[in-house]
Nanobody, 125 residues
Framework: QVTLLESGGGLVQAGGSLRLSCAAS????????MGWFRRAPGKEREFVAA????????AYADSVKGRFTISRENAKNMVYLQMNSLKPEDTAVYYC??????????????????WGQGTQVTVSS
């Protein structure tokens, strides 16, 4: 059984930084990508960033490019999202997810089948 456990959320002022962590367990993630998604109040869930577990290539939503960085630590089965220059519009519940890689499908377009419970990020103005 796959378990994804997020941590690191909290309240921060605009312009500040947070680092989210995701502890993954329950399978070998070699052929998977790990993604971060978010859902703001009253909005649909949206893709934020993703990384290939093997190789480390990444993808980002345009809204976070240059501010957020996704990384992974294979030996510890950990995935991170470093968030800098946070804005009030980044306020959301952030979810970690795992999706099997598919040839020709970009990281942001994969089917992410395994999800964590989410961690709240609140950015005050």
């Amino acid at each position: 059984q796959v378990t994804l456990l997020e941590s690191g959320g909290g309240l921060v002022q605009a312009g500040g930084s947070l680092r989210l962590s995701c502890a993954a367990s329950g399978r070998t993630f070699f052929n998977y990508a790990m993604g971060w998604f978010r859902r703001a109040p009253g909005k649909e869930r949206e893709f934020v960033a993703a990384i290939r577990w093997s190789g480390g290539s990444t993808a980002y939503a345009d809204s976070v490019k240059g501010r957020f960085t996704i990384s992974r630590e294979n030996a510890k089965n950990m995935v991170y999202l470093q968030m800098n220059s946070l804005k009030p519009e980044d306020t959301a519940v952030y979810y970690c997810a795992a999706g099997r890689l598919r040839v020709g499908v970009p990281l942001g377009g994969l089917n992410y089948d395994d999800w964590g419970q989410g961690t709240q990020v609140t950015v005050s103005s």
